[in-house]
């Protein structure tokens, strides 16, 4: 309790307890030294959180010795119990309308600062089986255990990926968030998350660590204004800075659910009409840091720009569709001038699978050791499309589609860096799901089925889906995926997602190899908070 807010309510009450206290009413209420209806107010203050006990008493006390001091000089006349009711009811409206207002007489209101703070998170174990096909072969280079041992010879046995052997693991991932109101525009955030801190796309724990320690890292940190007001025309406009949240509509053929995007995003919104199925456009534009290299060489970037149009031409039915251009600049690796290293730096600090590759450190026929760089430009055109409707008041169902081409992809530029074959620069996905819009209740459900194809310089391999194929491009297959609410804010998802590579060649001998199948399934058990 602030005493300072209750000082002029504990004044007005005193004063109006000492006149109640001092009216006479007839012999019996001269024989009694206080009211009932002072104790009655008194009960009510105590009742509501704004006094305590000895407060009450307190004041009780001073009521009467004024009425005491008072009794010799001044006669009151009888008040009716209707005007001592309305008294009593008076200070009573004063009192509480005073403690909602300011908040300082609930038992459990928080302080006014920590109000404009909401915590968020969310707890996934997971049971994770992965099935590779029998014919699968083994020679499929590791280009990130390459690229970071430097060091390998070009007829050393290099490091493979795993692609035969079935495995069994459980996986944790843990998320906490704090989004705090810095102003009626401005608000601010950040999240803690489990996961490899350079991996961008998945933030899963292993648990085969011989239970150590979980790394915990921050995938999250940003400041957001929006300039506009919340119910006008460009409510939905604003601008994001930090490590955010996918700021394009998109679907995981492209960016995986987990990445988060580092730089500054902003969105203009603007609602064509009044009332609340009218269209709007948007036009969302960004430029993200990818790898920094000081003065060594050309800072890698991801610059990116959509317009798109949301709209609910008829009752149940939403329709959202963007056309989006993602251009990432210095991506392409450099052959190293002979005898150097001056291009090494072009190499990628992470890849995940399916990118066509080549050694950078192979210069004019003399082969020397092993570092890959990316052979293809990327300049990303994605056309992207969700059509939402409802069945009835609790389910709905959806239709997503998206469609990617790599227009700065040249096969005559592959050729030249010895690059054997690619399966090419396009990529689709279509997916149709159907249940709850959200899993937050007991026996709430969802069901979803689709299919994607990626081809191998279609977009950058390191950002997509970690769980389709493991990770990357070159890859085609189906995801299906259903979950089931156990209680509130508890549910069950099951995934079943089974991919194969499109276009396959040995690395050693430059001809087609047989398909890679990877059949991943998962049961994932996640809570809420």
Known sequence: MRSHKLKPTLLAATAALAALA??????AAQDRPTDPSTIDILDVLVEKGVLSRDDANSVLSEARKRAEANSGVVRVPYV????RNQIRDEVKKEVVATARQEGWAQ?????????RFRFSGDMRVRGEHVAFGQSNTPLIYDINAINADGGYFVDDLLPLRATTKDRQRARVRARFGVDAKVSDKVEAGLRFVTGNPSDPVSTNESLTGN?????????????????????GRFAGSNLILGKFDNPFFSTELMFDRDLQFEGAAATLEARLGGGEGAPSVFLT????????????????????????????????????????????????????????RDNDFTAPDRVQFGNSVF??????????????????????GAATARAEFDINPTLVGALDFEVLKNFAFDRDELDDRLVPASSGDMAWNAQLSIGHREIAEANAWSLSAGYRRLEADSTLDLFTDSDFGL?????????????????????LTGSWLSARTIDL????????????DTDVFMLDLNAKF
Do not use: C, H
Request: glycine letters at 12%.
């Open 505 to 516: 060649v040995d690395p050693a001998t430059g001809t087609a190899a047989p398909p890679i």
């Open 107 to 115: 038992p459990d209101a928080l302080p006014e600062w920590l109000s």
């Open 359 to 380: 050694n950078l450190r192979q210069d004019g026929g003399v082969v020397n050791t092993v570092k890959f760089g990316l052979a293809s430009k990327f300049r990303v």
């Open 22 to 27: 001092a009216i006479p009413q007839g012999a």
């Open 471 to 491: 990770g990357g491009t070159d890859q085609k297959g189906f995801v299906v995926r259903g979950s089931w609410g156990l209680a509130k804010n508890f549910w």
């Open 285 to 340: 534009g960004g430029a993200f840091p990818l790898e920094e290299w000081d003065f060594t060489g050309d800072d890698k970037f991801l610059f990116a720009g959509q317009i798109g149009v949301k709209t609910a031409p008829v009752d149940g039915l939403r329709f959202k569709a963007a056309a989006a251009l993602y251009e990432f600049a210095n991506v392409q690796g450099q052959y190293n001038t002979q005898g150097l």
């Open 211 to 231: 239970f150590d320690k979980f790394m915990v890292g921050l995938d999250r940190a940003y400041i957001r204004v929006r300039p506009f007001d919340k119910d």
């Open 80 to 83: 009716p119990e209707a005007v």
